[in-house]
């Protein structure tokens, strides 16, 4: 297995970020740089959805694990890879921590994992950084 992740802190809560990241994954919600995605089905754990890298062609994965304002995780198959993504939230005095994780595992992981796992997972800090300032127009002042 080969895996990589990044982990920054946000001072908005995690509902916002939650908000923001299923905005994301229902395709309701684009940045520069992020990937564009089409749901077939709910939000929800076993569905489906297609995902197109930001020049790049479309590949289909599944949710694999959904709680909400928890975790949010999906997950492509590539041959005999398996390509797993999950974010990961957690309040912490700061506000919301949250960790964007890459697992790539299969017969072939430890071959191809350090040169295709970089490659995917190099701009996981911008990504956030987009993900975090969308996040804003989420943020509820009670």
Partial sequence: MW???????????????????????????????????????????????????????????VIVD????????????FGDLKLLFRHTLKSVEDGT?????????GPSAADVGPELGPQISGDFDISMARLFESAKAFERHE
């Fill in 66 to 77: 959904l709680v909400d304002d928890v975790t949010y995780a999906d997950e492509t198959s």
């Fill in 97 to 105: 921590q949250v960790t964007h994780r890459l697992e790539i595992s």
């Fill in 3 to 61: 895996t990589n992740e990044y982990t920054a802190i946000s001072p908005l809560s995690a509902r916002s970020i939650w908000e923001a990241l299923k905005a994301l994954h229902e395709g309701k919600l684009a940045y520069e740089g992020s990937d564009t995605f089409v749901l077939h089905g709910p939000f929800a754990k076993g569905t489906r959805l297609s995902v197109t890298p930001a020049g790049q062609e479309t590949f289909e994965s």
